[in-house]
């Protein structure tokens, strides 16, 4: 019950069709694939700091062109936040 309730908007909104993405990358490779475009690649381009305290620096590549850059303490982080990014663009011109 107590998860029943903590969720209970989540759940609503859900069966109403609206939903809050988390994973940044499925939902862009869904908008893009939806246009055609399945060249997608995250390429890491920087890695610095000290073993235990890294960030990551990746480079998103959509159709071969770079589109965005993310930075995180992990590899997915980066990946993530990069894809965040390119979410904010205009996919017109894709």
């Given amino acids: 019950m ?24 499925t939902h862009l490779q869904e908008v893009l694939q939806a246009k055609g475009i399945t060249d997608i690649r995250y390429q890491m381009t920087g890695e610095e700091g000290p073993d235990h305290d890294k960030t990551f620096t990746v480079c998103l590549f959509i159709d071969g062109s770079p589109a965005a850059h993310g930075r995180g303490k992990s590899k997915k982080q980066a990946e993530q936040l990069a894809a965040r990014e390119a979410l904010k663009e205009d996919w017109n011109e894709f």
């Fill in 2 to 25: 107590v998860v029943l309730r903590l969720f209970r908007d989540v759940i609503d909104d859900t069966k109403k069709g609206i939903y809050i993405v988390y994973d940044y990358k």
